[in-house]
């Protein structure tokens, strides 16, 4: 016993061991990127890593989707910086970020996404652009912030309703009980401290990010901070989706609503997945109904289908995300 004792222990001392000298490669392969601002002792002293470039008024401010660090502008950002200023950002626990205080809601990341524009020097108007559950988060800070919000555009955003308006099945199958969900992320924190998980080859790399892309993703994504801050964002749904739920309108205010339209490729899927009720509420209830009433949040609200992309519009059709930026800041007065 003591033999297999010893032996397991060896085991995951020469994985963590592994695991550090790996994340120290990493670290000196991808330099950050961007700028750390401490927030102060009201946010935890956490200090955000924040991400501006071009000049030019409004400025546009991008919120990332869950699980996306702020390098997923990567294709987006540059473009935007060629006509006004633009910032990307990491919130707590993402990307060169440290931990912020939980539970990760919409309404804490409105405020720290406030504090930290603050303390950058990045003055307002802002035009937010929200990438999925993103879209909770910039809707919030317009109800926290008004009169700082000077248009906004919805990257296939997340909608209050959408758990509710799934069958079953796909209800079942996108939102775990909670225990499962503090199982697997304490299983998950565990594969990563002990080195397991940079093992494992993880799924198929997308054609649209090459291979340096890709490690820089992952890189970042294989840290026990990351882990915790997107499970609690997902834990927190319910609560993140009641705030927007109460966060009003967009009163005249220009936006787009930027919609996938193109199915995920079922191979791309979780096994037992069910792609077929999926399809149904992708066509039938995202498109024609729930990103329909985003875009009727504000009287000047429009709804563009992405035909040739899924959800990961910020990497297959960026450009459409920069169309729309273009619009909505010069419908709110954008100067160079």
Same mark, same amino acid.
């Given at each position: 016993f003591f033999c297999v004792f010893g032996l397991v222990v060896l085991l995951a001392a020469a994985g963590a061991a592994y695991n550090t000298i790996?994340?120290?490669?990493?670290a000196r392969r991808f330099p950050q990127q961007g700028k750390s601002v401490?927030?102060?002792?009201?946010?935890g002293n956490a200090a955000l890593n924040i991400d501006c470039s071009g000049q030019? $008024?409004?400025?546009?401010?991008?919120?990332?989707?869950g699980g996306v660090p702020a390098i997923g502008w990567k294709f987006v950002q540059p473009q935007i910086a060629g006509f006004t200023r633009v910032c990307s950002y990491d919130r707590a626990g993402y990307g060169w970020s440290t931990p912020g205080p939980m539970p990760r809601t919409s309404e804490q990341i409105a405020r720290e996404l406030h504090a930290l524009l603050a303390a950058a020097g990045e003055k307002p108007p802002y035009i937010l652009v929200g990438h999925s559950l993103g879209g909770f988060n910039i809707r919030v800070f317009n109800k926290d912030y008004a009169g700082e919000v000077a248009g906004m555009v919805l990257v296939d955003a997340s909608?209050?309703?959408?758990? $509710?308006?799934m069958p079953p099945s796909l209800a079942a199958s996108a939102k775990p009980s909670a225990a499962a969900a503090r199982t697997q992320l304490i299983l998950t924190r565990l594969l990563i401290d002990f080195g397991i998980a940079r093992l494992s080859s993880g799924p198929p790399r997308p054609a649209y990010l090459t291979?340096?892309?890709?490690?820089e993703?992952?890189?970042l994504q294989l840290q026990g901070k990351f882990i915790s801050a997107i499970g609690s964002e997902l834990a927190s749904f319910d609560t993140s989706a009641d705030q927007t739920r109460a966060s009003g309108t967009l009163g005249n205010k220009p936006l787009i609503v930027?919609?996938?339209?193109?199915?995920?490729?079922?191979?791309?899927?979780p096994p037992n997945f069910p792609a077929k009720d999926f399809a149904d509420f992708q066509t039938n209830v995202w498109q024609n109904d729930l990103q329909v009433r985003e875009a009727h949040l504000s009287g000047r609200g429009r709804q563009i289908i992405v035909p040739d992309s899924d959800h990961m519009i910020p990497f297959e059709r960026p450009d459409t995300i920069v169309s729309a930026v273009r619009e909505v800041w010069s419908a709110a007065g954008g100067k160079q």
């Open positions: 790996e994340q120290h490669q990493d401490s927030l102060g002792p009201e946010f030019g $008024s409004p400025s546009v401010v991008l919120e990332s989707g909608h209050e309703d959408q758990v $509710s308006r291979q340096d892309f890709a490690d993703l992952r890189y930027l919609t996938a339209g193109k199915v995920p490729d079922v191979k791309t899927l």
